[in-house]
Structure formats: structure tokens, C-alpha cells
């Protein structure tokens, strides 16, 4: 079983706050199994979940995730993805979805190149919800961070008295564009300078019905 305990709360996307959101999460700890982990972006034990100590958020660690062209690069290495599917354990009479996700990461991209970053997410048994995309262009040689929201309104949750995976598709892809790939290499990776990088999604709690 993959486990970390890294945590981290990174800021949130200004389109809604906080306190927009479904609040007062449920006392007891929530424990995540991670059911399935599937892709190039994520061999073996380089991908790890933790739970926020306030169970307002959790947290996905990758450590070999990087997407890149150029000099150096195979062929496939322009795009990575990782699939994971984690089965969320919480008390009884509570029920979540996701109301936002940060990702962060470091891109090195030559003038004409670009990079791309997009993921979505679904509860096992319903439609993914929509991809999120953001993309990058060089020149460009710093940290990056893309945050995306969902509407109060349109935050999918888990049906309450079920327990079903939550799924987690996240891709990154790399570009030559107009770029020298014979002489340059550009690259974007899920990465930061300890060698890790923090995902975070942040939940939206409420209680289902019944419950006192």
C-alpha cells in the first residue's frame, strides 16, 4: 500500500472561496486506500496519498513525473499520464466530492515550444467530468501552479451509503512546436526542488440525509 505523510494546503483558486463550499468536515480521520495506480507518469512507488490533519483536503505526491521532447528524450516521452483510484473511507452519515485541485510543478520550455496539462476526475460508475486544460508556452523555465474549481452547484458528490472509487486521470504533454527538437530539449514535469510534487484536491463535505 502506497503511503506518504506529506501535507499541504496550497491557495485556492480565486474563482470561488472557501467559504462558498460546503463546510464542517466530519471529526473522524479519513482514511484513503489507493486501490489502483496505472501509467507512465507514476511507475511503482512513485506516486503516494495523504490526508490533511483539518480532512478538508488530500494530498498526491509524485516523484517521476515528467513529460518531455528534445534532446535526450524517446519518442513516447512527450506525454505522461497516471491513473489512480482511491477508495475513500469516511465516517458514516457523511458523504464528499471535490470542490477544487491544485497542481503544481517546475517547466523548462524553449522559445516555441508549449506544454500541456490537463486532468479530470469521476466516482466509479459515473461519466468523468470534463477535462481541465492549461498550457504553458516558452520561452518559459520556472515553477508552475494551475488551480481548477467547480461550482457549488456542480460539484459532483459521492452517492451517500456507498462507497465507490474515486478516479483520478492526469496527463502532461510536452512540445516541440517550432522549437529545435534536434538541438534543444523542453520538458514539463509534476515536480518540485525536493523531488516530489504536491497535488491537491480539496474537499467539499455534506451530511447525508437521516443523519442527525
Given at each position: 500500500?502506497?503511503a506518504?505523510?506529506a501535507?499541504?494546503l496550497?491557495?485556492?483558486?480565486?474563482?470561488?472561496?472557501?467559504?462558498?463550499?460546503?463546510?464542517?468536515?466530519?471529526?473522524?480521520?479519513?482514511?484513503?486506500?489507493?486501490?489502483?495506480?496505472?501509467?507512465?507518469?507514476?511507475?511503482?512507488?512513485?506516486?503516494?496519498?495523504?490526508?490533511?490533519?483539518?480532512?478538508?483536503?488530500?494530498?498526491?505526491?509524485?516523484?517521476?513525473?515528467?513529460?518531455?521532447?528534445?534532446?535526450?528524450?524517446?519518442?513516447?516521452?512527450?506525454?505522461?499520464?497516471?491513473?489512480?483510484?482511491?477508495?475513500?473511507?469516511?465516517?458514516?452519515?457523511?458523504?464528499?466530492?471535490?470542490?477544487?485541485?491544485?497542481?503544481?510543478?517546475?517547466?523548462?520550455?524553449?522559445?516555441g515550444?508549449?506544454?500541456?496539462?490537463?486532468?479530470?476526475?469521476?466516482?466509479?460508475?459515473?461519466?468523468?467530468?470534463?477535462?481541465?486544460?492549461?498550457?504553458?508556452?516558452?520561452?518559459?523555465?520556472?515553477?508552475?501552479?494551475?488551480?481548477?474549481?467547480?461550482?457549488?452547484?456542480?460539484?459532483?458528490?459521492?452517492?451517500?451509503?456507498?462507497?465507490?472509487?474515486?478516479?483520478?486521470?492526469?496527463?502532461?504533454?510536452?512540445?516541440?512546436?517550432?522549437?529545435?527538437?534536434?538541438?534543444?530539449?523542453?520538458?514539463?514535469?509534476?515536480?518540485?526542488?525536493?523531488?516530489?510534487?504536491?497535488?491537491?484536491?480539496?474537499?467539499?463535505?455534506?451530511?447525508?440525509?437521516?443523519?442527525?
Amino acid at each position: 500500500m502506497l503511503a506518504t505523510m506529506a501535507a499541504a494546503l496550497l491557495a485556492l483558486s480565486s474563482t470561488i472561496t472557501p467559504h462558498s463550499w460546503p463546510q464542517n468536515p466530519p471529526p473522524d480521520k479519513i482514511i484513503i486506500d489507493v486501490a489502483t495506480v496505472n501509467g507512465t507518469g507514476c511507475p511503482p512507488d512513485t506516486a503516494a496519498v495523504s490526508v490533511s490533519a483539518d480532512n478538508t483536503a488530500f494530498t498526491v505526491t509524485y516523484s517521476q513525473y515528467t513529460a518531455q521532447v528534445g534532446v535526450g528524450a524517446q519518442p513516447t516521452d512527450f506525454r505522461k499520464n497516471c491513473q489512480i483510484g482511491l477508495r475513500v473511507h469516511v465516517p458514516q452519515g457523511f458523504t464528499y466530492g471535490i470542490a477544487s485541485a491544485d497542481y503544481r510543478g517546475f517547466g523548462h520550455l524553449e522559445k516555441g515550444a508549449y506544454g500541456v496539462e490537463r486532468a479530470n476526475y469521476y466516482f466509479q460508475g459515473n461519466s468523468p467530468t470534463a477535462y481541465a486544460t492549461h498550457r504553458l508556452d516558452g520561452f518559459y523555465d520556472n515553477d508552475w501552479q494551475f488551480s481548477d474549481s467547480t461550482d457549488i452547484d456542480a460539484i459532483i458528490y459521492e452517492p451517500c451509503g456507498q462507497e465507490r472509487n474515486l478516479n483520478i486521470n492526469t496527463e502532461l504533454r510536452a512540445y516541440a512546436g517550432t522549437s529545435d527538437p534536434k538541438a534543444t530539449t523542453s520538458f514539463l514535469t509534476m515536480d518540485s526542488t525536493d523531488g516530489s510534487v504536491q497535488t491537491v484536491y480539496h474537499f467539499a463535505w455534506k451530511t447525508c440525509p437521516g443523519t442527525r
